[in-house]
């Protein structure tokens, strides 16, 4: 599982900074206004050599009447309730605010471990001493913009998150595939997850997850066994309809990070939205496995699912890979066909091709189809061989990787498809130079 790491904080202490900083790249809108950042963003980033995703929170201002800063506040709480480390970023140049006293209250009656920052302390290493009326048992120092004490924060979060390693449970099903279903609320997610679970397959046993994923389900289907990673959480929130749809995101990315493959689950009775294209863009970004499920088409005229499809096709474009599949968690309709095309996703996630086959498929490919000469320079590719499994990465040797344009990578992906499969499986192409004296 990888862990989750919220900032949070009130406006303008520097969140969004540190949020770069941390994840080594500008992803947050950085501006010295309060108020800049409104929703939660995500990123991926290796804090002292362990994997963690990091979440941006808006200003935390609840004393503010104004429906934007309350609803930025509920979505701090629920960031919050679903981290597993919290950075609380104070203004170590400023004495201490009644919403900082009000964050500091939030994050206590949380009960997650938190590291309490010092931000902005450029100048004087004496500042930021008034934050310990706060009642906080320890400051770190650091200055975001400057990065300064960011080396030393990494360090302590990494600490932190070290009991996130897999258990001994956890490890008795590692060669197991691991399989999340995700989607928006009421998309039937939590019908799917106990069809499965009820359905077409015996349940071996079940077993305690993480404080957050209560319960890993193992599913066996014509002797292909699986565990089913229970997302259930994602539906049912007592929040307004914006907080839960935040929700969504940030579990999503939980059972992302602890599962192979993963379903997304579109509710075919309202079309596939925005929410259901950035769920599928953060699966892709993760390099996981997927399947688009269309739930509920028992509910839908031909020419309304005709039409789905269409649209479908049209809106997921940018991951022509991705199968789709009609189900309906009610009556049953396409659940076999889901199943069996998780279990294929599962084997071809893990499949390895040996260099020997995929070398005698390019040698034919690239004499129909060199690579175009491209600034003067006519490149060569020598050979390929897969690197990696999970997702399968592949390395090509040529003569000038930065020659080879962005139509010709697509085509040596796509035919990695046609020659070797690999549906439902993100490729990964490295380029990489060598010369005609090496190998």
């Not at 996981?288 to 839908?300: Q, T």
């Not at 294929?344 to 040996?354: I, T």
């Not at 035919?415 to 490295?430: N, T």
Request: net charge positive; aromatic share 4%.
């Amino acid at each position: 599982m990888t862990p989750v790491v919220a900032i949070v904080g009130r406006p303008n202490v520097g969140k969004s900074t540190l949020f770069n900083r941390l994840a080594r790249r500008s992803l947050a809108i950085v501006h010295n206004a309060p108020g800049v950042t409104r929703d939660r963003k995500y990123a991926a980033a290796h804090l002292a050599g362990r994997e963690v995703v990091l979440v941006d929170t808006g200003g935390f201002d609840p004393q503010n009447a104004d429906p934007l800063s309350q609803n930025i506040a509920q979505q701090v709480a629920l960031a919050v309730e679903e981290a597993d480390v919290v950075l609380c970023v104070l203004d170590g140049s400023a004495p201490p605010t009644p919403v900082d006293h009000e964050t500091v209250e939030l994050l206590r009656r949380s009960r997650r471990p938190v590291l309490y920052l010092a931000n902005k302390l450029d100048q004087t290493r004496d500042a930021g001493m008034d934050l310990y009326s706060l009642g906080i048992p320890e400051l770190h120092p650091v200055s975001a913009l400057h990065g300064r004490g960011t080396g030393e924060l990494a360090a302590q979060v990494s600490k932190l998150v070290s009991r996130f390693e897999p258990s001994q449970n956890d490890a008795s099903h590692e060669d197991e595939p691991r399989v999340a279903v995700i989607g928006r609320p009421n998309a039937g997610k939590s019908s799917l997850v106990n069809r499965l679970i009820g359905v077409e397959r015996s349940l071996v046993d079940e077993r305690p997850g993480t404080t957050h994923d209560p319960v890993d389900s193992r599913v066996v289907w014509k002797e292909e066994p699986f565990v089913l990673v229970d997302t259930a959480g994602i539906r049912r929130r007592s929040r307004v309809d914006a907080g839960v749809e935040a929700a969504s995101v940030l579990r999503a990315l939980r059972a992302m990070g602890r599962a192979e493959v993963v379903v997304l689950l579109c509710d075919a009775t309202q079309g596939i939205s925005e929410q259901d294209t950035r769920l599928l863009g953060l699966c892709c970004e993760r390099q996981r496995a997927a399947l688009v499920a269309l739930n509920k088409v028992d509910l839908l005229s031909n020419r309304a699912r005709r039409l789905l499809a269409e649209q479908s096709q049209e809106q997921l474009g940018f991951a022509r890979w991705v199968p789709i599949v009609e189900v309906s968690a009610k009556t049953g309709h396409g659940l076999s066909q889901l199943v069996a095309a998780v279990v294929a996703a599962a084997h071809e996630y893990r499949r390895r091709v040996p260099t020997s086959q995929l070398n005698q498929f390019f040698e034919r490919a690239l004499e129909r189809h060199p690579p175009p000469t491209r600034g003067g320079r006519a490149p060569r590719i020598y050979y390929i061989t897969q690197a990696e499994t999970r997702p399968p990465v592949f390395v090509a040797m040529t003569s000038a990787p930065g020659s080879i344009s962005q139509s010709y990578q697509r085509f040596v992906t796509n035919q990695i498809r046609k020659a070797f499969g690999f549906q439902a499986v993100p490729l990964v192409v490295h380029y990489r130079k060598r010369s005609r004296r090496s190998d």
